[in-house]
RNA sequence: GGCGCGGUACCCAAGUGGUAAGGGAGAGGUCUGCAAAACCUUUAUGCGUCGGUUCGAUUCCGACCCGCGCCUCCA
């Protein structure tokens, strides 16, 4: 695996340190509210990534933090007037409900900060005894940047004029200087809090990182992941706490995955412009599309979501699955005994497994990857339409599909399960009336009751009663069910 | 202002110093009771603009124009 390192600013060569599993450490979500798509980018890019290391015969070990204690979460559980574990509970598990429909694998630690209060007191105490972390009058702790003469390296940002003891300004009086940020903050009235060695308060979100990481995967460990924006200044904090206290490399390899546009700006909370995935779901978009449109474009490109983008996901996701139900579901033919060797089918398969894999291992090339089986595709199509596929063509092309769906994980159909979830979901928090009229009609349409109608009208149309067929078939168009009809008899599928 | 990324067909998007992957849409076709679905074929003398290097540049260099991100909570 080759892959860009924000660190070097090159593509390097990615194996892990200790030759066995690829430790890896992935910033988590804060859970103040649900998720949007632009956050779930992300997660979805750091799950290729992990697929794609597995795929290549590397294991993984990879860890996530979910930060369940900061000041939105205290000022917005405050205001419900709950506590805040009660707070982010629901956000946590809508959280990984979410990650469950977008298929992303979940990691093998999922670390909560309020479980790692004494990791991080640990951490800045050993901080502080080089003098390194200091307390402010009002109890917060602080890192002293003067004191990490590579801050900014990973941000490529210049901090040399920054000198310790330089007092700033009025605002910043607590603080030796502007840029020291908070280790640790001290209680508000009346504010959530643990008690301490170093006195009372929460952790400030960087330490959280640090703490947890080095606590599951050592002192050093192999790539960190995270969104584009926390390159600075968290993980820049990240790295200037971690090696400070070990003085050892916190980390070889970041990884940093660009932005999610929408409209040609950021999506974010802060700009309001942005949809979560329960949104996308109730307007009748499916949860496999998503995941296409997400990781079909390099993690290093930023992505402008569009419904168009989306609507033609849903198709290419489409055309996939219709493959491999021809591929699986077809009699083919026995080729002629005396045909030895390869055919050119199964070279073309094999091919295509190779070109996928190249394009993996080429920086998570994950578009010219999907490019790779699309061709596929359509070559097999082709000559299956001319009779020229025969039986034992069949493995090598199923084993290039597995494959692609061992990272792309969009063939198994999950789709309408997931789309019945989320409107459970919205009849319980009261948001049905966000459903589209045309999901809603979905509610109640089990498979039992498709396939009664399914052969009902197979029957009418043997007794060539073409306007009961008719009938029944836009009954089940209402229903959101498109039928084909083949030689092979009756399929049919959700819209 | 500093740092970084990008501008490729109607839309999304890959890519290479030697003549433009893939998906969607459009057009044509096969199939079909009719449809739909499915499948096939097809679609950029051109890769932001202007210069330069080169036998040859979309690909390298320079300038310029435009867009985005970070520099503050943020995936």
Redesign the pocket.
Known sequence: MHLYNTLS?RVEELTPMDGKALRMYA????VYDY??I??????LQVDVLRRAMRLLGTEVRHVMNV?DV???IIRNAAAAGVGIEEYTRKYQEAFFEDLKALEVEPPEVIARATEHIPTMVRLIEKLAAQDIAYRAEDGSWYFRIARFPEYGKL????FSGITDGARIDLDEYEKDSA?D?ALWKAPKPGEHRWETELGPGRPG?HIECSAMSMEYLGDSFDLHA?????????HENEIAQSESATHRTFVRHWF??????VD????????GN?YTLRDLLLRGYKASAIRM?LI???Y?????F?F??L???T??V??LR??RE?MEGTKWPARAAMDGGASEIQNVARETKAKYLA?LA??L?T??A??????M??????R??AGGFFESDKAEVLEALRMFDRVFAVLEDHDAEWTRFTLDWAEREGKLDQAAPEVLATRGVTDEKIQALVEE?DG??RR?D??R??AI?NELAGMGI??????EGT?W?RK
């Open positions: 600013g910033c988590g979500p804060t998720g949007h632009g956050n779930f980018r992300t997660f930060t900061d000041d939105k941000s490529k940002k210049d840029r940020f979100w995270g969104g584009e924006d926390l390159m600075f200044p968290h940093h995955v660009r932005f999610l546009l040609g700006r950021k999506m974010a909370k802060s700009e942005f449109l079909a474009v390099p290093r490109q930023q992505l402008n569009t168009e983008g609507a033609a996901e198709i290419a489409e055309r219709t493959f021809r394009a080429d920086d090339n578009a010219e999907r490019a790779a089986i699309f061709e595709v359509r070559f097999v199509n082709a299956a339409d009208r009418a149309k060539r073409f306007k067929a008719d078939r498109l039928l084909e009809d083949s030689k399929r599928k």
